[in-house]
Nanobody, 116 residues
Framework: QVQLVESGGGLVQPGGSLRLSCAAS????????IQWYRQAPGKEREWVAT???????SYVDSAKGRFTISRDNAKNTVYLQLNSLKPEDTAAYYC??????????WGQGTQVTVSS
């Protein structure tokens, strides 16, 4: 069973950057998809990015050109690089896999706050 733990969030000014980490207790290659979601206060959880086992990536339109999902198999970690951050990016960010998200199993998340 793979456990995913998010970290790397923080408070940044608009235009700033953060790199979020999703550390797995086991091999991240155990799953075909690892995904980042976010949830802002009062809003539903939103899919942000996906990386597949083969390395393919996809993003929500609002993140394209600004966010980059990547992985380091040796470190069993998936990253989400957040660049050119906007206040509307403020949310708790979660990583997950369909195995757990489809069961509505979510971790603690990591908070990203973009504010001047």
């Amino acid at each position: 069973q793979v456990q995913l733990v998010e970290s790397g969030g923080g408070l940044v000014q608009p235009g700033g950057s953060l790199r979020l980490s999703c550390a797995a207790s086991g091999s991240i290659t155990s799953y075909n998809f690892i995904q980042w979601y976010r949830q802002a206060p009062g809003k539903e959880r939103e899919w942000v990015a996906t990386i597949t086992k083969s390395g393919s990536t996809s993003y929500v339109d609002s993140a394209k050109g600004r966010f980059t999902i990547s992985r380091d198999n040796a470190k069993n970690t998936v990253y989400l690089q957040l660049n050119s951050l906007k206040p509307e990016d403020t949310a708790a960010y979660y990583c997950n896999t369909p195995t757990y998200s489809l069961k509505n199993y979510w971790g603690q998340g990591t908070q990203v706050t973009v504010s001047s």
